[in-house]
């Protein structure tokens, strides 16, 4: 499942108020005088409603979204703090959002005096186009999921629960590891996967896979890591590979539209987009090509002056 990368004790940790550093606290919890007066409009509203107010008010822009549990807010930090500007009490916050009814129409408020809006359809659909592009590139979820929220943050995107991210950051996972085998899949002949599936399995001339050996980048500038990097070369010559250049090219207007251009040593250029039609199968080798195209750099010596 996709809730599954975190634990349960963090998936409440997301949900709620993390600790607060005080470069974050100075830069969101401070008022300005137009803040001030959107909380307190001089009417209507007692201590505990305009200190509530106030925390989901800098909340926002500080997280990204604004916590069910209003009254958890750091007391000894951001709380204190806009209670002091506020002139009230830190204590009142206790006996605020007792109505969930009450919260609501608050983050209504906040959203849109500060800009922002919940996601609907549309802001999903760039939501996943924009965690796609990101998934063919990366594919930890825990660094997808962090993307993910600041991506949401930069567009002014309330974030939607954890549950909620991880699901889609998921799919866009599953949706990239397609998107790899269409963009691939044409260069794979049967002589090509049993090459690549070989790289698997555990060689035992060197104690590990061959995947795993081409993947680890030399630890020093040294002939003899010199010599090993042309090793490698030599071996993945001997694949084939030399055959075969793999050129990724963004659109500049919008990156979810990333498409990949495929040529070959005989000249012939294939490029292969999101709207590519994609086979039923999906075999490994194309995901292990992909891991090969994108190691490091082999080590060059450098110059040695005069």
């Not at 991880?166 to 691939?184: H, I, K, P």
């Amino acid at each position: 499942m996709a809730t599954q990368v975190f634990a349960e004790e963090e998936l409440e940790r997301l949900r709620g108020f993390p600790e607060i550093g005080r470069d974050e606290l100075f830069r969101f919890f401070t008022l300005a005088p137009a803040d001030v007066a959107f909380v307190d409009p001089g009417r209507g509203r007692g201590p505990a409603d305009r200190l509530g107010l106030s925390v989901a008010l800098c909340t926002l822009l500080w997280l990204g979204f604004v916590p069910d549990d209003v009254v958890a807010a750091p007391p000894a930090a951001g709380v204190a703090r806009l209670a002091d500007q506020l002139g009230v009490d830190p204590g009142v916050l206790r006996a605020y959002g007792r109505r969930a009814k009450t919260r609501t129409e608050h983050l209504r408020l906040v959203a849109q005096y500060r800009g922002w809006r919940l996601p609907t359809s549309l802001e999903f659909k760039e939501f996943d186009e924009f965690l796609l592009a990101r998934a063919l590139e990366h594919d930890s979820p825990t660094l997808l999921f962090r993307l993910a929220c600041e991506y949401l943050i930069s567009v002014r995107v309330i974030r939607p629960g954890p549950v909620t991210v991880l699901e889609r950051v998921a799919r866009a996972r599953a949706e990239a590891q397609r998107e790899t085998y269409d963009r691939l899949a044409h260069e794979f002949t049967e002589r090509r996967c049993s090459g690549l599936d070989g790289l698997l399995v555990v060689d035992p001339e060197i104690g590990m896979t061959r995947l795993r050996w081409l993947t680890t980048g030399p630890v020093e500038a040294s002939p003899a890591g010199v010599k090993a990097e042309v090793g490698k070369l030599e071996f993945l010559g001997g694949l084939g590979a030399d055959a075969l250049v793999v050129l990724a090219e963004t659109e500049a207007r919008n990156p979810a539209t990333s498409a990949i251009t495929v040529s070959s040593t005989d000249g012939t250029r294939r490029k292969f987009g999101r709207q590519a039609q994609r086979p039923r199968p999906r075999p490994r080798s194309p995901v292990t090509a992909h891991s090969l195209y994108r190691r490091p750099q082999p080590l060059r010596a450098a110059p040695v002056a005069a």
